[in-house]
């Protein structure tokens, strides 16, 4: 059982280039989610999907795309990456009805945007 | 506004002390609270939720809701616990997310 899985788990772009990451979990969660974490800010939710077909922005979209075509994928796209854009990235998922459970992590991906 | 903060970014304490993490928030309801722990260079894990009253790896959290105050406590810390905190909310609804406070970096000193 891998849970939430992440790839890749590293990247360096240079300004502009475009990117995806994937997030897949085997758990049959309905609800998805992709957060950054930067120094002394925390996590901001940046996209989110509660279901196959379905995408929302969160905090922090601009600049981000998302699509959520298979209910085990999560995918976030950077179309022009930017330096600002330089993070790590966190996927995460859930069940419906169990918000008192909290998410499921995965192991991020550390991205370097020069 | 639905908010956390965790006032303090880095803490140090001396192995064997008492360590206190402190979480604020504010929520219009009654929210789920709870705190994630992620070690160095590992993923976020749920390190304890307030609504089991459990304790996990001798932490202990409450909810003081006249307060909106959740805090992480320890009688007595380990190297091992050095890691990130975070506190966090979520609303009790099927569609609420996840809000998270900015960390606290926890270095326990030998």
């Known amino acids: 059982n891998a849970g939430v899985t992440q790839t890749p788990k590293f990247r360096v772009l240079k300004t502009g280039q475009s990117m995806t990451l994937l997030c897949a979990q085997d758990?049959?969660?309905?609800?998805m989610y992709w957060y950054r974490q930067d120094p002394g800010m925390g996590l901001r939710l940046i996209h989110y999907s509660v279901g196959e077909g379905t995408t929302a922005k969160g905090e922090v979209p601009d600049g981000y795309n998302v699509s959520r075509l298979k209910k085990q994928n999560f995918l976030l796209g950077l179309e022009s990456a930017a330096p600002s854009q330089t993070s790590v990235y966190f996927c995460?998922?859930?069940?419906?009805?169990?918000?008192?459970?909290?998410?499921?992590f995965g192991s991020g991906t550390r991205l370097t945007v020069v | 506004a639905q908010r956390v903060t965790q006032p303090e970014k880095l803490l140090s304490v001396f192995k064997g002390a008492p360590v206190e993490l402190k979480c604020n928030y504010s929520?219009?309801?009654?929210?789920?609270l709870f705190w994630y722990v992620q070690y160095s260079r590992q993923r976020l894990q749920l390190l304890l939720r307030h609504i089991s009253r459990e304790s996990i790896k001798g932490f202990t959290a409450d909810l003081n809701k006249g307060e909106t105050s959740f805090h992480l406590k320890k009688p007595f810390a380990q190297e091992e616990d050095s890691a990130m905190y975070y506190c966090?909310?979520?609303?009790?609804?099927?569609?609420?997310?996840?809000?998270f406070g900015p960390g606290t970096s926890l270095s326990v000193i030998p």
């Open positions: 966090a909310l979520s609303g009790k609804t099927s569609y609420d997310k996840v809000i």
């Open positions: 995460a998922s859930r069940r419906p009805g169990t918000s008192n459970y909290g998410y499921t």
């Open positions: 758990m049959n969660h309905e609800y």
């Open positions: 929520y219009s309801g009654s929210p789920e």
